[in-house]
């Protein structure tokens, strides 16, 4: 069963070494993983903590009767993006996902850029997270969305899921298969129960979109739907990678982009002040449901984001241990604790990283940050596709785009153009990243350089 192995397979392949001329080849993964297996590991990340604050966000910023049609702007420029990722995915049987792509196309430069960016996503979405969850607490607890109870929360869920998981990656899988049990229950009820109370009047004037809103809430989107870029690291245990791992994209991006428009159409439809709600699907359902529905909808939230706060702990940190193994970071990153046998160094950078910007920052603000920094190697990706086509020609079962670069120079556009629309802060943290990324990259070239004559990438 698929609970079974919710993370195993995405922590065995972010630390999965790729073969190195020189270095002995390592034991070949076995091949489990079917394409069910890879939509459950996207869905299981895409549906987050995104759909259940946001869509308030999105309200505020574009106008409520217009936000569904923001969620249907997001979903067609996520949907150019994962045709990119489908044919990337479908020339290689490694893991590494965006990594791999991005470093065959351009160099191990570019490649460990993109590796730094998923870092800082993960730091980034863990930091939103954590804020997400105190947001849902605060339905039931109105102290644990400000001042001391808020920082208690944030601190509490990230050193707790820190410690957790270098107790033993066993116990973090068994975290998140406990919070990823029934997280689509509550959103399916909401849509099925909520579709019967939707006013029609509320979407009065949609067409009169704030305009000046949009790009920051097509950035904010792009937070609710990232996620999907996961299902292509495993794909050294995929059964058939080439097959499965673009059926499995395109399958987990369709079922997002109906959930999602669903999920507004309700929250617009049945709530009259949603544009102010920090809890915008539990204050819905509990105007057309009563108090039940909203503790229900405030529950399945928590389910939600606790389980997407667990895994983005198990995996963030085995970016950088993969990286200090491969020697593109300190060592001591590849650190592996005697007793537990877990990367704690790590973990440890990961989770202080995390606590800081989650205690500097807003949801709101970590959620831009986060899609700012997947954008980075979202359109490295994107950008990669040309190049890979020459660079590899046609292979036998990959999956090759239709109308040339039509599609990969589309989605290429609409990601530059999302990162040009976002705000300040934003764009200055995903700058500061690159930077810090190429410095340790230098610096680690460098040394190994001191080291070694041989060449190293």
């Known amino acids: 069963m698929y609970l079974d192995r919710t993370c195993t397979p995405e922590l065995r392949s972010m630390t999965k070494k790729e073969t190195i001329p020189g270095e002995p080849t390592a034991p070949a993964l076995p091949r489990v993983l079917g394409r069910w297996d890879l939509t459950a590991i996207g869905v299981n990340q895409v549906v987050g903590s995104g759909i259940f604050v946001l869509p308030a966000a999105v309200a505020a910023l574009v106008g409520a009767a217009s936000s569904p049609l923001v969620w249907v702007a997001a979903g067609f420029v996520n949907a150019l993006i994962v045709l990119c990722f489908a044919e990337a995915g ?29 870092w800082l996503t993960r730091v980034a979405s863990q930091a939103a997270l954590a804020n997400a969850l105190a947001l849902y607490l605060g339905y039931f607890w109105p102290g644990a969305t400000e001042g001391a109870g808020r920082i208690l929360v944030l601190t509490a869920t990230i050193g707790l899921l820190a410690g957790i998981n270098i107790w033993g990656v066993r116990y973090g899988s068994w975290t998140i298969n406990l919070f990823t049990v029934g997280k689509l229950a509550p959103l399916g009820l909401f849509i099925l129960l909520g579709l019967f109370f939707v006013d029609g009047e509320r979407f009065t004037g949609f067409q009169q979109m704030k305009l000046g809103g949009f790009g920051q809430a097509i950035l904010l989107l792009m937070f609710a739907f990232g996620g999907y870029e996961l299902i292509s690291l495993p794909a050294g245990e995929a059964q058939s990678p080439r097959k499965d791992v673009p059926q499995a994209l395109l399958m987990t991006i369709g079922l997002a982009c109906a959930l999602f428009f669903l999920v507004q159409v309700v929250v617009v439809g049945t709530s009259p002040d949603l544009a102010s709600s920090d809890t915008p699907l539990a204050d819905a359902a509990a105007g057309f449901l009563g108090p039940v529905g909203g503790t229900l909808i405030a529950v399945g939230g928590l389910i939600s984001i606790a389980g997407a706060n667990a895994g983005t702990m198990l995996a963030g940190p085995r970016v950088t241990y993969a990286l200090g193994e491969r020697k593109q970071l300190h060592k001591i990153f590849a650190h592996v604790q005697r007793r537990f046998r877990t990367p704690d160094f790590s973990i440890a950078v990961y989770a202080g990283a995390a ?38 020609g046609p292979l036998p079962g990959s999956w090759q785009l239709p109308w040339g670069s039509t599609i990969p120079v589309l989605a290429l556009v609409g990601s530059l153009t999302i990162i040009a629309g976002a705000d300040a802060y934003s764009l200055k943290m995903g700058g500061i990243a690159l930077a810090v990324g190429a410095g340790f990259y230098g610096l680690q070239l460098l040394g190994r350089r001191k080291e070694s004559p041989r060449r190293l990438d």
Do not use: N
């Open 90 to 118: 479908s020339r290689f049987q490694k893991a590494g996902g965006p990594y791999l792509y991005a470093r065959e196309a351009f160099g191990p430069l570019v490649g460990f850029e993109v590796a730094w960016m998923i």
């Open 355 to 392: 606590l800081g910007l989650a205690l500097s920052g807003t949801f709101i603000q970590m959620a831009a940050v986060s899609a700012v920094a997947r954008l980075i190697f979202y359109a490295a990706t994107c950008a990669s596709i040309p190049l890979l086509r020459r660079k590899q």
